[in-house]
């Protein structure tokens, strides 16, 4: 499942009531907290001994994307790593629906 699927189920659950405009902007927001999320618990993962291949690797500018790559490739378990950032998000968001 891709983040915006993710979101969007989310929101669903959330029941949530937007107009169009306001929805799409909302999942955009969502989505970038998601993988922001996502890599700084990569980032909290990632071995000591892989930051100076990293900051090489930023010297170019990555986008987000690249980055998850990146350091999804030197993580094992980036896959329960990932479900572990949904399942988090998830109950933060919800937990902020219910104030």
């Not at 999320?37 to 994307?65: A, G």
């Not at 993580?75 to 998000?89: N, T």
């Amino acid at each position: 499942m891709d983040e915006r699927s993710f979101v969007e189920g989310l929101l669903a659950e959330s029941a949530i009531e937007l107009a169009p405009d306001q929805h799409e902007e909302l999942i955009a927001d969502l989505e970038l907290q998601l993988k922001q999320l996502f890599v700084l618990n990569l980032l909290d993962k990632l071995p000591q001994t892989e930051f100076n291949n990293l900051e090489d690797f930023m010297r170019d500018d990555p986008d987000q994307d690249a980055i998850i790559e990146f350091v999804r490739s030197h993580v094992g378990a980036g896959d329960a790593i990932l479900a572990e950032s949904r399942e988090s998000f998830r109950e933060q968001f919800l937990a902020t629906q219910k104030k």
